[in-house]
């Protein structure tokens, strides 16, 4: 592949995954890790993106630790991952809308097959990551005030 081949497919891959991590952050799905990938990518070509890769890093591994700071919070995560991959299974299973379903049939569970697909997707990296958060940071305040105070101190690169 040529220089600027590559440069315009990960640019391109980039922008994909900054717009999905946005989307995600409102939709079932990894937000900031989309956000963080793409910005990553980018990162590359534009120094406006080199410049927010660490702050969100920093904000998404600030998450995972306190995702799994306490006992509730650890069986919270993994009801709310099971509960994704049970309502993906619903999506594409996609049965009847019951009687009580007061609107029109093309309102029930609307996407279609890939938004289960989507949903299951992301509850397997809701899985792989609170695994990661629990090894990394259960047990370990110590290492989430470290991320606080990198926070505090302005996440390591200088802003615009």
């Known amino acids: 592949m040529t220089g600027a081949a590559k440069r315009i497919v990960l640019e391109t891959l ?88 007061p609107l029109s049939e093309t309102w029930w569970l609307p996407g279609g097959i890939w938004t289960g697909v989507t949903q299951v997707v992301s509850a397997f990296i809701a899985v792989g990551l609170i695994i990661y958060s629990y090894r990394r940071f259960h047990g370990h305040p110590e290492k989430a005030d470290e991320l606080r105070e990198q926070i505090k101190s302005g996440g390591g690169k200088s802003g615009d």
């Open 14 to 101: 980039g922008w994909v995954l900054l717009l999905l991590g946005v989307a995600a952050i409102f939709l079932p799905g990894p937000g900031l890790l989309g956000i963080f990938a793409g910005l990553a990518l980018l990162s590359q070509q534009y120094d406006w993106a080199d410049r927010r890769v660490e702050p969100v890093r920093l904000r998404a591994m600030l998450g995972a630790a306190e995702g799994v700071e306490t006992w509730p919070r650890v069986v919270a995560s993994c009801l709310g991952a099971v509960a994704l991959a049970a309502f993906g299974v619903l999506w594409i299973v996609r049965p009847p809308p019951p009687g009580w379903w």
